[in-house]
């Protein structure tokens, strides 16, 4: 029996990177997923790669996170379609990189409403059907960079939010069979962080002691332990999945 058969696991942020990445383990492991992101196309071309490699359920649905409505609408949606919500990751986020005083407005809300209102929004829409059923385990994304990060302003102060949101939501969620946890990845290879500046990818990657940048497989791992039924007695962590830069040095 594949562990996730008869779990639902909802997603966000789920049309490339490690949303897909997340959403195909799950899948591989009997769930049904539920993928949403504001990116259409995106999500129209992970729907066809899900079809392509399992025989299992899936649905897609346009979520901008950051939008209350259209997430309770997809909460609902899903409940309602499904029969219940097991697994909910809040994995999108963005970036929007610059000196503290070069951060626009919109930069700052940006990020900010994405990474860390977002993941409130979907939260907060989850509990009601996880308390209904006694059983919800919450994932949520924070970064290596929620400890302080060069050029970064917004984005860490979203991604130490999270970690701030998954300790509360452990505390509430606990008597209830609800565990929340936050994963703290390093470098990985997806679009995202094709997008980073190359020196500074090259210089963050010379700082990894395992001398490497991780694979969206790598977070998928550890997404899909903390989800589990297995991990129940397990809430209100940060779980690094960062070849060890976040250790701090790797003078050698
Ligand atoms: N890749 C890394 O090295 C890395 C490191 C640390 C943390 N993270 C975090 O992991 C998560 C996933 O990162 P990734 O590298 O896969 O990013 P990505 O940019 O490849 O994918 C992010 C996805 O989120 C979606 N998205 C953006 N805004 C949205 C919105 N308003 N509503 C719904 N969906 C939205 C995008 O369309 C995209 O599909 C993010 O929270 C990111 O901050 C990534």
Avoid at 207 to 230: C, N, Q, V, W, Y
Wanted: net charge negative; proline share 2%; hydrophobic share 45%.
């Amino acid at each position: 029996m594949k562990r996730y058969h008869g779990r639902v696991v909802a997603i966000t942020g789920a049309a490339q990177g490690l949303g897909l990445a997340m959403a195909t383990r799950f899948a591989a492991e009997g769930a049904t997923v539920a993928l949403a992101d504001v990116n259409e196309q995106a999500l129209t071309h992970a729907a066809g790669t899900l079809t392509d490699a399992h025989d299992t359920k899936h649905r897609t649905d346009v979520v901008d996170v950051t939008d209350s409505a259209q997430v309770n609408a997809w909460i609902d949606g899903v409940t309602d379609a499904l029969g219940r919500l097991d697994v909910l990751v809040n994995n999108a986020g963005i970036i929007r990189d610059n000196r503290v005083e070069d951060i626009t407005d919109d930069d700052w809300h940006a990020v900010i409403d994405v990474s860390l209102t977002g993941g409130f929004h979907c939260a907060r829409a989850a509990f009601g059907p996880m308390k209904r059923q006694g059983y919800g385990r919450i994932v949520s994304f924070s970064s290596m960079s929620w400890r302080g990060n060069f050029g970064q302003t917004n984005y860490v102060a979203a991604k130490a939010g999270i970690v701030g949101m998954t300790r509360t939501l452990a505390l509430e969620g606990a008597r209830h069979g609800i565990t929340a946890n936050a994963i703290a990845p390093g470098l990985i290879e997806t679009p995202m962080l094709a997008s980073m500046n190359g020196p500074a990818r090259d210089k963050l990657t010379n700082k990894i002691p395992m001398r490497h940048t991780g694979r969206p497989e790598d977070i998928a791992e550890a997404a899909a332990f903390l989800a589990s039924e297995a991990a129940g007695y397990i809430t209100g962590i940060v779980l690094d999945v960062d070849g060890g830069i976040s250790i701090g040095s790797s003078i050698r």
